[in-house]
């Protein structure tokens, strides 16, 4: 006999059924080491609702922080004048790069003074060169011996005192940058000589710095750069990444970048970098990153910057309000000196960000792109929306001397619409175009009473 209650019991059971996914991959085991599967997976939330990343250049570079961080490559590989000059003019004739090491003190630096200045900036993030081309690592790595910050020069672990700082005294997430390449590393030069079918480097170097690195330190963003010409099987990057993403301590929450072999840039890997200071200016299909520097001409610290080398801040809001209407985070770089300060002027432009952001940080955190990213009828005006919320943000560059901002894009409704600029917060005047569009009335305010000056955001509610 059947049992009368179980038809009644079947049903919600079935539809259950029907309702959970299909299969459920056992954890641990999610990737396979192949683009196809690697490139599929979904990039954890919290990065295109962060936005907005600092970045970090140091290392032994900073230490002659003359020309570029490029200076070893620049002074013994390529012989440029200007750098070959600054040695002969400077330093004993048998000065070399590894000479440099030891003058890497690092002495006034304080991650907790570092991590106060990244909080005030407003970014989520941060990304420090654990090891950039010249090899030199900022960590205790177990693999570059006495070529490392815990060994030579600072004498400390640089990257466990910011890891520390940065997640004791922020909410900012913590993440590295390494370079899979070194210049001048004896391995990696033989196996280049074999046309990278010999794989020294990676086996006994780089494959376990990274390992090393991860386990240790266990980054949120993972930012490879410097493949050396070789193809990401010899790096076997997606053997890595597998390892990454199944089962390593920071599975679920990190982030990598593209740069992972000659040729996955811009095609594999996690959100796309494309190229230094990529801004296409127009919305992508695909998460990106446009990482760009403070200094125009330089990564790492260079005393010989002059003033007009900087960015200025109305440049810098430029950047990130064209970014992130694009679908793109911003990854801003500074250069921190040898001593470990950073320079007033990159803490300057750091804190005034903080400023635009406290304002305007409505406009960028969390927010989606719109159905158009830039104004059809005013220039310098970029749009993003929270659907949820029904609001379009307008961040516009100029304040229009006619105190009237014509936005060619958002469709009013009668009734409906506000418009509200942040920081200000009364709800402003506007006219439907003729067409599409709207005019809105701005307020007439004395520079005192300006939200902010470098641009400005108008919130726009059940707007089309
Ligand atoms: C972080 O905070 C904990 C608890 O206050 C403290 O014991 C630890 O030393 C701090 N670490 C760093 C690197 O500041
Ligand atoms: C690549 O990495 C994976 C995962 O660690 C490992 O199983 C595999 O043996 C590696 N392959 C080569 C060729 O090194
Ligand atoms: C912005 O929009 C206009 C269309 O009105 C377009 O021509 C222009 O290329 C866009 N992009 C930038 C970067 O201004």
Request: hydrophobic share 40%; net charge neutral; glycine share 8%.
């Amino acid at each position: 006999m059947l049992n009368p209650e179980l038809p009644g019991l079947l049903l919600p059971l079935l539809l259950l059924l029907l309702l959970l996914p299909a299969r459920c991959p056992a954890r641990g085991a999610r990737f396979d080491p192949t683009w196809e599967s690697l490139d599929a997976r979904q990039l954890p939330a919290w990065f295109d609702q962060a936005k907005f990343g600092i970045f970090i250049h140091w290392g032994v570079f900073s230490v002659p922080s003359f020309g570029s961080e490029w200076f070893w490559w620049y002074w013994q590989k390529e012989k440029i004048q200007k750098f070959v000059d600054f040695m002969k003019n400077n330093y004993p004739p048998d000065f070399k790069y590894e000479d440099f090491g030891p003058l890497f003190t690092a002495k006034f630096f304080n991650a907790d003074q570092w991590a106060d200045i990244f909080q005030a900036s407003g970014a989520k993030y941060v990304v420090l060169t654990s090891k950039h081309h010249e090899g030199f690592t900022l960590w205790g790595s177990a693999h570059s011996w006495n070529w490392n910050a815990a060994d030579e020069g600072p004498k400390r672990d640089v990257v466990q005192e910011l890891e520390g700082a940065v997640r004791n005294r922020t909410d900012l997430r913590f993440g590295l940058y390494y370079s899979l390449f070194e210049w001048f590393h004896p391995l990696f030069l033989d196996d280049q000589s074999s046309s990278f079918q010999k794989r020294q480097f990676p086996v006994s170097k780089m494959l376990p710095e990274l390992y090393e690195l991860v386990n240790k330190y266990r980054p949120e963003v993972l930012w490879s750069d410097g493949d050396g010409g070789a193809p990401d099987g010899y790096w076997n990057s997606t053997g890595f990444l597998a390892w990454l993403y199944n089962k390593s301590p920071v599975r679920d929450t990190v982030v990598t970048n593209d740069r992972w072999g000659a040729g996955t840039i811009c095609k594999h890997g996690g959100y796309y970098t494309c190229s230094d200071r990529y801004n296409p200016g127009h919305l992508l299909p695909h998460k990106w990153e446009n990482c760009m520097t403070i200094d125009k001409y330089s990564w790492g610290y260079r005393r010989n910057a002059a003033i007009c080398d900087y960015l200025t801040i109305e440049e810098l809001v430029k950047q990130l309000v064209e970014t992130v209407s694009c679908g793109g985070n911003l990854l801003m770089n500074i250069g921190p000196t040898q001593d470990g300060t950073i320079s007033p002027i990159f803490e300057e432009r750091l804190r005034q960000m903080g400023t635009w952001l406290k304002v305007n940080g409505e406009a960028i955190y969390e927010t989606s792109t719109w159905r158009s990213q830039n104004d059809t009828v005013t220039p310098d005006v970029w749009y993003t929306c929270k659907p949820k919320e029904k609001s379009v943000y307008a961040m516009f560059l100029k304040w229009p001397t006619s105190g009237q901002l014509f936005l060619g894009q958002p469709k009013a409704i009668l009734g409906s619409t506000e418009v509200k600029l942040l920081g200000h917060g009364q709800p402003l005047k506007w006219t439907s175009l003729e067409k599409n569009g709207i005019v809105v009335a701005l307020p007439h305010l004395p520079s005192h009473q300006m939200p902010c000056r470098w641009g400005w955001a108008l919130a726009l509610t059940n707007v089309i």
